[in-house]
């Protein structure tokens, strides 16, 4: 391949192409091609032969794609192989590569997000270890139904491609790893093809059966994200969930699936507030809270964390009732037990903060015990019987003058 020098600081070589002999210029930073793509059989700069030849897109450039030589009027017969691994979500950051083995059908061919997606998968440790296989997995892109990784490298494969995606322990399964088989904080490598993308089945037409089950799964997904300590991701599946749940229908239910419907929905719900607790996110939690109380005034986990929720804002008058009515329901329950007792004390030594505070409004900061009861008085404090006194005399006086302008 024919090319002009690396350029010299401040200087741009030129390049004489076929295209009419038109002169086109390298990029400073370095050489630039004439190419053609195997594939299309167009004569382009490499700045767009490559992408077009390797199906790249603004945030990735595919690998293992072979272009032709082309060039100016010193071209020779050479090969130009390009073999960049793909970087995403982090452009830069190395924690997710994909490399291309098999080329796909065309960047047309690529699933979107929402759909349901059909995977070859086998994953191994970097011991070369396989800790997953699985022939054909279903799955619904952009759901974080499985591995991070997956979810945002397979929206990037063609149908039909086969890929390696190496994966830092980040976009797998963490700190936490999988016992047995996957060891916390450990890297992963996938090897991936495409099989199958359809549209996700409309959830109108479901079956009460099919609709518990997908919640469910949903549900699944959030418990493990919430054990992985990732409360974001497990507050993004609890909320898919439910909307499955809230969706309308136009199949008829039975008694027995309405009221399973109705139970996975108030798990969805306190497993949410637990995660909005983690997050500090009160208001939010108090609203699950409210919502599963709707529909079971007498849940003790709704009741349980509606309680914890006034307390960090501070309404130890609301929050001690609710849990007292928590512990009625269950009182061998020491976790309910513990907090009520936490909850008791930090009123008390509110309510004594509080009574100083009046105390020292009152302009008398030195007394101490309890409301009603001074110790010590104060020079300029005067006695009740005075004060009576003396406002009967000030009464008296100013009705001796009135009855005397009346006489004259």
């Known amino acids: 391949m024919w090319a002009g020098r690396r350029p010299r600081r401040g200087r741009t070589p030129?390049?004489?192409?076929?295209?009419?002999?038109?002169?086109?210029?390298?990029?400073?930073?370095?050489?630039?091609?004439?190419?053609?793509?195997?594939?299309g059989g167009r004569w382009a700069w490499a700045s767009?032969?490559?992408?077009?030849?390797?199906?790249?897109?603004?945030?990735?450039?595919?690998?293992?794609?072979?272009?032709?030589?082309?060039?100016?009027?010193q071209a020779f017969p050479s090969?130009?192989?390009a073999d960049v691994p793909l970087a995403s979500p982090c452009p830069g950051s190395g924690l997710l590569k994909k490399k291309?083995?098999?080329?796909?059908q065309g960047v047309d061919t690529r699933p979107h997000k929402g759909q349901d997606v059909t995977i070859r998968l086998k994953a191994t440790l970097e011991d070369?270890?396989?800790?997953?296989?699985?022939?054909?997995?279903?799955?619904?892109?952009?759901?974080?139904d499985v591995l991070q990784a997956l979810d945002l490298c397979v929206q990037l494969l063609e149908m039909g491609e086969t890929a390696l995606i190496m994966s830092d322990a980040k976009y797998c399964y963490g700190a936490q790893g999988r016992s047995p088989d996957v060891p916390p904080n450990a890297a992963l490598t996938l090897e991936v093809e495409l099989l199958a993308a359809r549209d996700a089945p409309d959830l109108e037409l479901l079956s009460g059966k099919e609709k518990i089950e997908l919640a469910n799964r949903k549900r699944e997904r959030g418990n493990f994200f919430y054990q992985q300590a990732d409360y974001v991701l497990a507050i993004n599946s609890y909320d898919i969930a439910l909307k499955i749940i809230g969706s309308s229908s136009k199949v008829d239910f039975s008694p027995d699936e309405e009221t399973?419907?109705?139970?996975?929905?108030?798990?969805?719900?306190?497993?949410?507030?637990?995660?909005?607790l983690k997050l500090d996110h009160y208001e939010a939690a108090l609203k699950s809270c409210n919502l599963v109380l709707e529909h079971q005034p007498g849940n003790i986990k709704a009741l349980f964390r509606k309680g914890k929720v006034l307390a960090q804002q501070g309404e130890y008058r609301e929050?001690?009732?609710?849990?007292?009515?928590?512990?009625?329901?269950?009182?061998?329950?020491?976790?309910?037990?513990?907090?009520?007792?936490?909850?008791?004390?930090?009123?008390?030594?509110?309510?004594?903060?509080?009574?100083?505070?009046?105390?020292?409004?009152?302009?008398?900061?030195?007394?101490?015990?309890?409301?009603?009861?001074?110790?010590?008085?104060l020079p300029w404090s005067i006695p009740w019987k005075w004060l009576f006194g003396a406002t009967a005399?000030?009464?008296?006086?100013?009705?001796?003058?009135v009855v005397i302008a009346a006489r004259n």
């Open 48 to 73: 767009h032969g490559l992408p077009r030849g390797l199906a790249g897109t603004p945030r990735a450039v595919r690998a293992g794609q072979e272009l032709e030589q082309g060039g100016g009027s």
């Open 319 to 377: 929050a001690i009732p609710i849990l007292k009515a928590a512990l009625k329901l269950e009182p061998s329950n020491k976790t309910i037990h513990a907090e009520l007792s936490k909850l008791v004390k930090k009123h008390a030594d509110q309510k004594n903060v509080e009574t100083e505070m009046y105390r020292k409004m009152l302009g008398n900061p030195s007394a101490a015990g309890t409301p009603g009861k001074c110790k010590d008085k």
């Open 260 to 276: 399973e419907l109705l139970d996975v929905k108030v798990k969805c719900l306190n497993n949410l507030a637990a995660s909005q």
């Open 393 to 401: 005399i000030a009464l008296g006086g100013v009705a001796l003058s």
């Open 100 to 104: 291309t083995l098999v080329p796909g």
């Open 79 to 81: 090969l130009l192989r």
């Open 128 to 144: 070369g270890s396989v800790v997953e296989e699985n022939p054909a997995l279903t799955f619904t892109l952009g759901d974080c």
């Open 14 to 39: 030129r390049l004489r192409s076929r295209a009419g002999g038109k002169r086109l210029r390298t990029p400073r930073s370095g050489l630039m091609f004439w190419v053609r793509a195997r594939a």
